[in-house]
Nanobody, 123 residues
Framework: QVQLVESGGGSVQAGGSLRLSCVAS????????MGWYRQAPGNQREFVAR???????NYADSVKGRFTISRDNARNAVYLQMNSLKPEDTGMYYC?????????????????WGQGTLVTVSS
């Protein structure tokens, strides 16, 4: 079974920084894209940032210039460095990965989600 485990969430004041980590494990053959999404209370889940295996990245307009996504392909890991945090960045942050893995004897390409890590930014 494939698992994505996030860590690094917490409570900070506005202007502070946090670094989120996500590590994928299991019968993984190849990871394509890895990224981060977030969901504030009462809102839908929204895209934050994404990175391909080749190093291409893209960001939501709301986080450009403040957040940086990076990957460690050897560790099947993705990170999100969040600087200049704002109260509106508060929410549950979820790791997402599009990957190829064995399910039994079958190779499948699927999207997987982590369980989320909570980020709270106070004003």
């Amino acid at each position: 079974q494939v698992q994505l485990v996030e860590s690094g969430g917490g409570s900070v004041q506005a202007g502070g920084s946090l670094r989120l980590s996500c590590v994928a494990s299991g019968s993984i053959v190849r990871i394509n894209d890895m990224g981060w999404y977030r969901q504030a209370p009462g809102n839908q889940r929204e895209f934050v940032a994404r990175a391909t295996t080749g190093g291409s990245t893209n960001y939501a307009d709301s986080v450009k210039g403040r957040f940086t996504i990076s990957r460690d392909n050897a560790r099947n890991a993705v990170y999100l460095q969040m600087n200049s945090l704002k109260p509106e960045d508060t929410g549950m942050y979820y790791c997402n990965a599009l990957l190829i893995a064995y399910q039994g004897i079958d190779l499948r390409t699927d999207a997987y989600w982590g369980q989320g890590t909570l980020v709270t930014v106070s004003s």
